[in-house]
């Protein structure tokens, strides 16, 4: 069974920061394509930055390039969002996902949300003006 929780949202001024985790449990993290995604209200999910367990390379939607940066703790099976310089453009609920597949099938699909099959509940963030 596999199992995602997040955490780490919450509200800030706009130019904060937020660092957003979420623990991956079950085999998905050996062999899976993480990826953080949001969703505004009343918008399509839309992904954020991906990353293949236990690679280096890591991949950003160019709204967040430059401010947001995704790593990961395979000890602890955890991948981290630090977001930076975080604007009122940036609130949604963001969640992160898995799914089982290569490292470069990774690479060329990290932003497909159909793509992925497992999810975590959410954590919301809110920036404010």
């Known amino acids: 069974q596999v199992q995602l929780v997040e955490s780490g949202g919450g509200s800030v001024q706009a130019g904060g920061s937020l660092r957003l985790s979420c623990v991956a449990s079950?085999?998905?993290?050996?062999?899976?394509?993480m990826g953080w995604f949001r969703q505004a209200p009343g918008k399509e999910r839309e992904a954020v930055a991906g990353?293949?367990?236990?690679?280096?390379?890591?991949y950003y939607a160019d709204s967040v390039k430059d401010r947001f940066a995704m790593s990961q703790d395979r000890a602890k099976s955890t991948v981290y969002l630090q977001m930076n310089s975080l604007t009122p453009d940036d609130t949604a609920m963001y969640y992160c996902?898995?799914?089982?597949?290569?490292?470069?099938?990774?690479?060329?699909?990290?932003?497909?949300?159909?793509?992925?099959?497992?999810w975590g509940q959410g954590t919301q963030v809110t920036v404010s003006s």
């Open positions: 079950g085999y998905m993290y050996i062999s899976g394509c």
């Open positions: 996902a898995v799914f089982r597949t290569s490292a470069w099938e990774c690479e060329d699909n990290w932003n497909q949300t159909n793509r992925y099959n497992y």
């Open positions: 990353i293949y367990a236990g690679r280096q390379s890591t």
